[in-house]
C-alpha cells in the first residue's frame, strides 16, 4: 500500500467540483483526507454533496484507504483546523499592531520633544522683542 501523504488530490480520479472542494477546504493529500468522516467532508466543507463524497470514496478505496469511521466528536476537523490558523493569524496582527503602536509612541515622545522646544523658543523670541520695544520707547 502506498504511503497515503505521498498521494495528492490532484491524482486521484474524482471529479472537478470534489477536488476544487477540498482545496478549498485544504486537503491537499489522501492523508488530509483520512483524517475526515463521510459526515464531517458532507457537512464542513462547501460545495462537496453526495457525489463528490461517493466519487472520493470509490477513488480512495480503490487504493486501499477508507475515510474515518464516525466517532461521536463533536467538533469538525476543519473547523477546529480553521479556528487554530485564524488564532494564528489573529495573534500575527496582534504582534504587529503592538509593533507600530510602540513606533506611534516613539514617535509621539519625539514630537512632544520638538513642541517643547518650540515652546521654549517662542519665549525666549517674545522676552526679546518686549526687550526690544522698551528699548525703542
Keep these: 500500500m502506498t504511503d497515503a501523504?505521498?498521494?495528492t488530490i490532484s491524482e486521484l480520479p474524482i471529479t472537478n467540483r470534489a477536488?476544487?472542494?477540498l482545496?478549498?477546504?485544504?486537503?491537499?493529500?489522501v492523508a488530509d483526507l483520512l483524517h475526515y468522516t463521510?459526515?464531517?467532508?458532507l457537512a464542513g466543507v462547501s460545495e462537496f454533496g453526495n457525489t463528490s463524497l461517493k466519487?472520493?470514496?470509490?477513488?480512495?478505496?480503490a487504493r486501499g484507504f477508507q475515510l474515518k469511521?464516525?466517532?461521536?466528536?463533536?467538533?469538525?476537523?476543519s473547523r477546529a483546523d480553521h479556528l487554530i490558523k485564524h488564532t494564528a493569524d489573529l495573534a500575527e496582527d496582534l504582534r504587529a499592531l503592538r509593533e507600530k503602536n510602540a513606533d506611534l509612541e516613539?514617535?509621539?515622545k519625539r514630537l512632544l520633544r520638538a513642541l517643547e522646544v518650540s515652546r521654549q523658543q517662542i519665549a525666549t523670541?517674545?522676552?526679546?522683542?518686549?526687550?526690544?520695544?522698551?528699548?525703542r520707547a
Excluded at 463521510?38 to 467532508?41: I, N
Excluded at 466519487?55 to 478505496?61: G, M
Excluded at 523670541?125 to 528699548?135: F, R, S, V
Design 19 to 21: 477536488r476544487n472542494a
Design 69 to 77: 469511521t464516525e466517532t461521536s466528536r463533536p467538533m469538525r476537523v
Design 125 to 135: 523670541l517674545t522676552t526679546t522683542i518686549k526687550n526690544n520695544q522698551k528699548e
Design 106 to 108: 516613539e514617535d509621539n
Design 5 to 7: 501523504a505521498l498521494i
Design 23 to 29: 482545496a478549498v477546504a485544504n486537503i491537499r493529500t
Design 55 to 61: 466519487s472520493v470514496e470509490e477513488a480512495i478505496e
Design 38 to 41: 463521510p459526515t464531517q467532508l
